[in-house]
C-alpha cells in the first residue's frame, strides 16, 4: 500500500530498497527554501543494518501489509518457540531469536499475536499486562520516601525489574509487557 513520506510513523514497516525496514525515528522538516521533507531512521528487519534516509513531502513509500493472526503459546525448547491456531489447530514455531527477550515473558496458553510478512513470521506482540511472580527482591531500606524509592527484584523467568518497597518474594505482580515495568500488586 502506497503511503506519502508525510504519513510515515514510528513502529511503522516500510518496503523500501527490497528489503523490509522498521521505522525507528521520523522527523517532519520544512526548510525556509525548499520542499518539505521527512528525515526518517530505519532498522532491517532481516538483518542488523540501519538507514538514514531523507524522503520529499511528494514522494511516496510502500507500507508493508501484514498478516496478524491470533496464536496460543504451546512450550519452548532450545531453539524454537511453539504456538497453535485456537481456530484450526494449525502450529507453527518461531525461532527464540525473532521472539527476543519477550520469549521469557511467555506462559502455557497465552494468548498472542504474531505478525506475518509473506507468510514468515516477523514479530510477535503479548498482551499488554500480564501475571507474574517475584522469585526475589532486595530488602527496602528505611527513611526512603515511597514516592521516587524502588527496589531491584528479579522475575520467576529471570527477568529483572523496579518494584515497590513492599512487595516481597512470592508475590504475584502485574507486569506491563511494553516497558518491563511494575504496575500493581495483585
Known amino acids: 500500500m502506497k503511503i506519502n513520506a508525510g504519513e510515515i510513523r514510528v513502529g511503522m514497516l516500510l518496503e523500501y530498497k527490497n528489503d523490509l525496514w522498521e521505522v525507528l525515528k521520523t522527523q517532519h522538516v520544512k526548510p525556509g527554501k525548499g520542499g518539505a521533507f521527512?528525515?526518517?531512521e530505519m532498522k532491517s528487519v532481516g538483518k542488523t543494518t540501519k538507514l538514514n534516509e531523507r524522503?520529499?513531502?511528494?514522494?511516496?513509500?510502500?507500507?508493508a501489509s501484514l498478516d496478524e493472526i491470533n496464536f496460543n503459546f504451546l512450550y519452548s525448547d532450545e531453539s524454537n518457540h511453539f504456538f497453535m491456531d485456537p481456530k484450526t489447530f494449525e502450529q507453527i514455531e518461531i525461532k527464540k531469536d525473532i521472539?527476543?527477550?519477550?520469549?521469557?515473558?511467555?506462559?502455557?496458553?497465552?494468548?498472542?499475536?504474531?505478525?506475518?510478512?509473506?507468510?514468515?513470521?516477523?514479530?510477535?506482540?503479548?498482551?499488554?499486562?500480564?501475571?507474574?511472580?517475584?522469585?526475589?527482591?532486595?530488602?527496602?531500606l528505611k527513611g526512603q520516601t515511597v514516592s521516587s524509592s524502588y527496589k531491584p527484584a528479579i522475575l520467576h523467568n529471570g527477568i529483572k525489574i523496579q518494584v515497590p518497597p513492599f512487595v516481597e518474594a512470592e508475590d504475584e505482580i502485574i507486569l506491563d509487557t511494553r516497558t518491563l515495568e511494575y504496575v500493581k500488586k495483585i
Do not use: H, M, W
Not at 520469549?103 to 499475536?113: C, H, M, P, S, Y
Not at 516477523?122 to 526475589?136: A, D, F, K, M, V
Open 55 to 63: 524522503f520529499r513531502s511528494s514522494e511516496s513509500v510502500e507500507k
Open 38 to 40: 521527512a528525515q526518517v
Open 99 to 140: 521472539v527476543g527477550e519477550k520469549g521469557k515473558l511467555l506462559t502455557e496458553n497465552l494468548d498472542v499475536t504474531i505478525s506475518f510478512y509473506n507468510e514468515n513470521p516477523i514479530s510477535i506482540e503479548l498482551p499488554n499486562q500480564i501475571t507474574c511472580r517475584i522469585s526475589s527482591t532486595d530488602a527496602a
